[in-house]
C-alpha cells in the first residue's frame, strides 16, 4: 500500500488516492510506440517529438487502485487510473495519465476512434533540493 500525499489544492492535487500501485500493461500509447515487455513502451507523441530532445523516451505503465477519476476539487468519482511514469535525462519525473480517453474529459480531437497521438495529459515533477 502507498500512500501519495499532495501539498496542493485543486484539481489536480485532488486526483490523488490512498492507492495499491501496481505493474500493468500499456494503455493508449502512440501508434509508432515499440512495447518493450510487459509493461513498458519506447513511445514519443506528437507534442513531445517538437520539445524533447532524449534519444529514447520510455514509459512505465502502473494501475492505481484509486483516484479520483472526476479530476475535479469538488466532485469526487472513485475507480482505478492508469498511469506512465518516465525519468528525464535531466532527472526529472515525468507522468501521464493513460486512460482518459473518453468524453467528457478533455477535448474530442480525432474523428472517431481515439487518437493516442493527439492526446498529452501530464505533469513533470523536479525533486526539492
Known amino acids: 500500500m502507498v500512500t501519495l500525499t499532495t501539498n496542493g489544492k485543486g484539481d489536480f492535487a485532488?486526483?490523488?488516492?490512498?492507492?495499491?500501485?501496481?505493474?500493468?500493461?500499456?494503455?493508449?500509447?502512440?501508434?509508432?510506440?515499440v512495447v518493450l515487455g510487459k509493461y513498458t513502451v519506447e513511445e514519443i507523441n506528437m507534442f513531445q517529438a517538437e520539445?524533447?530532445?532524449?534519444?529514447?523516451?520510455?514509459?512505465?505503465?502502473?494501475?492505481?487502485?484509486?483516484?479520483?477519476?472526476?479530476?475535479?476539487?469538488?466532485?469526487?468519482?472513485?475507480?482505478?487510473?492508469?498511469?506512465?511514469?518516465?525519468?528525464?535525462?535531466?532527472g526529472k519525473l515525468e507522468m501521464q495519465f493513460r486512460d482518459y480517453d473518453m468524453p467528457p474529459f478533455g477535448e474530442m480531437w480525432w474523428d472517431d476512434d481515439f487518437d493516442a497521438d493527439m492526446f498529452a495529459f501530464c505533469s513533470v515533477f523536479t525533486k526539492e533540493q
Open 14 to 33: 485532488n486526483y490523488f488516492r490512498e492507492a495499491t500501485i501496481t505493474l500493468t500493461e500499456p494503455k493508449n500509447y502512440s501508434t509508432e510506440g
Open 51 to 90: 520539445v524533447i530532445d532524449d534519444d529514447s523516451v520510455i514509459f512505465t505503465y502502473y494501475l492505481l487502485s484509486n483516484a479520483n477519476r472526476a479530476f475535479s476539487a469538488d466532485d469526487e468519482e472513485l475507480g482505478e487510473s492508469v498511469i506512465a511514469f518516465r525519468l528525464t535525462n535531466d
